[in-house]
């Protein structure tokens, strides 16, 4: 990534190689986090990786306003005005605090409902309704964790949430030895202990993060900005947060769908999914880190004028992303029987498993060409086209044509793999003619007329 280096702290390199280090540190965190769990059961895999396929469609709550705001620090940030991101840093961390608590209100007096309605296979509901009323009434650490973290890093700081991220996976693993196997005299509470575990580290987390958050601006920011109202402010981040959250969530609770479909296939299915989300994580972590730091780069450089310095930055972003997400794919297939093993001793988990990992050589391109693209039109304020792209072919073709392949012509695991590949491949190509259609409007402007984000 030489290339991509420069003394500059926007630069892709310096905002993306804390991030890579923070998400393989995170992998292999939570590779160990998992083979945990399996000590449990299978089922207990399948039940917690449901659960939190339903977590992550919260995030379109949560999204809306961290990844508004953070899109307008880094813009506001840009050009020079700080005054501004102050305050929509303050008015995320203050609208997830609310939006949180109410989330782990309605959570921890509704878990069975939740759970009938994602169709949980009754083998694993109990397992399931533990560890969701747990990690579920603690909702508001996985709004604030967010929402600190997105603001964070759009001021420039990777580093510091790598920092953290680690810190706060290590002691979640350390707490699931002591509370899952009963270690060192604490009890043995096995899928309570997960749940409890889980809500600990992130509350630790949050914690050092809003000292981080406090600190992150040429003077502390004050109590007063957390509880005062700005209605532009507000407006702003709403005009790229809800479409941005809409498409976010929308991906979120289409999976979340796929998942109840790859439920009633059977619980050797969706532990053999859960397997794989973990697994396959690795194969897109770098590439994740690059579509993280274009976003944060090409909203900075938006902001300060630099338009044609972000949209060939992007360009330079997908290669390398592409180049890095095969290699790790390829790893992972040649690697693939061995690291399933670590889960599961169930072979035909492990063969499927392999078969799966090699049909990710195709789909892992797919998704690095559509999240880098998508995140550079989502920094310049283009998240309408995004959000409307992504719904329509992730519902229609992700969920679509898994329900027609897996279900109807009963390919099972495989009829889904190909619909997500198809879904990705779409929405890349989609806004990829759409960065390249809107080159001409990225001509380098002066710092003032870059306040409004038109494309």
Known sequence: ???????????????????????????MIGTVDTIMVS??????VAAVGICNQFFAALFVLFAMISGGSGILVAQKLGSGNELEARKAASLAFSFNVMIGIAVSIVIHFNTDLILALLQVPLEIRPLAQQYLYIVGSGALMMALLQTCSTIIRNTG??????MIAV???????????????GSFGFPEMGMVGVGISTVLSRSIAVIMLFMILLNSFSSRL???????????????????GIPLSLSGGSYSITQLVIASLIGTMGAMELATRSYLSTVESFAFLFGMAIAMAVQIRTAHLYGSGKREEAYSDAWKAVKWGVLLVEVNTLILVICGKYILGWFTSDESIIATGVFLLIVNIVLQPG?????????????????????????ISMWIVSVGLAYLLGIVLEMGLFGVYI???????????????RWKK???????VSVQASEGIAF
Do not use: C
């Open 167 to 181: 810190g706060m996976n290590l002691i979640h693993i350390l707490l699931n030895y002591l509370f899952i196997f």
């Open 419 to 433: 619909a997500m590949i198809a879904d990705e491949y779409l929405r890349g190509v989609l806004v990829a003619l």
């Open 222 to 240: 004050t109590f007063g900005e957390f509880v005062k109202w700005n209605k532009k402010i507000v407006k702003e981040i709403a005009k790229i």
């Open 367 to 391: 998704k690095m060409i559509n999240m880098t693209m998508g995140n550079a039109l989502n920094a310049v304020g283009q998240t309408r086209y995004v959000m409307t792209t992504s719904i």
């Open 157 to 162: 700081n990777t580093k510091a949430t790598m």
């Open 1 to 27: 990534m030489a290339s991509l280096r420069t003394n500059d702290t926007y630069s892709l390199y310096n905002l993306a190689w804390p991030i890579m280090l923070e998400m393989s540190l995170q992998f």
């Open 39 to 44: 000590k449990i059961s299978d089922e207990a």
């Open 438 to 444: 809107r080159k001409g409007h990225m001509k380098d």
